[in-house]
């Protein structure tokens, strides 16, 4: 089991928080659950309402899209990956199920706090922008390529 010293280093190593102070990163780690999941377990389904994001802590995630009863894995997340963010930050329904790909660690951060955060750290709002953007740029370029592929 982790101690709140710990968490707060790990926080500290995550590029979306190294700028942070250190009393604001212990706030956030005391403010936040660590949460463990094994292989499979379901950290939210697509279309349930944002009500927190996480933070990978150790591990992979399965980012599955779900249609017509069958899944596809459109991603997998790694260690100090940002979830469920765009529901949270958007207030709309989960847009993919995640899923643990192995034991996973986490930190759910609720969506109440998470919101205060960006409010209160205009950096923070831009990095997540910033990533939502790389996102974007990567599934607009993916799905070019698999259009591409079906029609040759």
Known sequence: ???????????????LFAAMDPS??????YASDT???ED????FRQGDAGDSAFIVLSGVADIISESGGSEVVVAQL???ALIGEMSVFCDIPRSA????????TALKIGKGYFLELIKEFPELARRIIRELAFRLAKTTADLAAAE?????
Do not use: C, W, Y
């Open 1 to 15: 089991m982790s101690t709140l010293k710990d968490e707060v280093e790990v926080l500290r190593k995550i590029p």
């Open 148 to 152: 591409r592929a079906a029609r040759h």
């Open 24 to 29: 604001k990163l212990k706030l956030l780690a």
């Open 40 to 43: 499979g377990q379901v950290l």
């Open 35 to 37: 949460v463990e999941f």
């Open 78 to 80: 790694r260690d100090h």
């Open 97 to 104: 199920t995640v899923r643990a790909n192995g034991r996973l």
